[in-house]
């Protein structure tokens, strides 16, 4: 974010200086890069800010949970969709599990989303664990949702992205939902390693303007499936 603000800077300064030199005719691309910067940077910090909650506040929506499932996120991170889902579970249980590093989100901390947690007034139903996601300690079925927002893409190895992935379904009961949203390349192969697995329903879908992480080139797409026996 920091960088697009400083690019769109730069080019309406090197833009101003170009006006002035012996060349003006060309000072509309520094412009146009400029431009192009700033819509980047104003795309970039709505789906920070707004876009991220809203889409995902439709995507929970669609599951029409009722209010007692066993909820899993894998990456929570500091917890926006952990804690978007517990207030959906007054009777349930929301689960975070993550190996807390800030290189993969700034403020990472389990204390943080702890805290998070706290301040949403939704504690009592929120555990929190630090796990691998290529290797859950959870037991076969546990849950009835399993989510994951932006988390398997850091797994930089495809075949430990394809064990993150089986683990999901692993850990999910027979019925369950699962909703894995992330960006790049990444979505596709979630679809092919998911279309060897136990589920049924398997869908593909982009999320739109909203969670476009400066533009279209850094779009976020969504895989959803439900597990079946087996």
Known sequence: MFGLACGAVGSTVAGIAALSGPGPRV???PFLCALVTAVAFVLYV???????????DELL??????????????????????LAGARRLPE????????????DQSGNARSTTSHNAQAEGVHERVQLRTGDL?????????FDVVLSSLAIHNIKEAEGRRRAVAEAVR???????LVIADIGRSVSLYGDILGAL????LGVRSLGWRMWWGG???RTRVVTASRTAG
């Open 61 to 82: 929506d669609e599951l029409a949970l009722q209010g007692d499932e066993q909820l899993l996120d894998l990456g929570c991170g500091r917890g926006a969709v952990l």
């Open 198 to 201: 136990p589920v049924s329903g």
């Open 46 to 56: 709505h789906a920070t800010r707004r876009g991220k909650f809203a889409v995902w």
């Open 216 to 218: 279209p080139w850094m």
């Open 134 to 142: 290529r290797e859950l300690p959870f037991g076969d079925g546990e």
């Open 171 to 177: 850990v999910l009961r027979p019925g369950g939902r």
């Open 27 to 29: 000072a509309w691309v």
């Open 92 to 103: 349930g249980r929301a689960v975070g599990v993550d190996l807390w590093r800030s290189v």
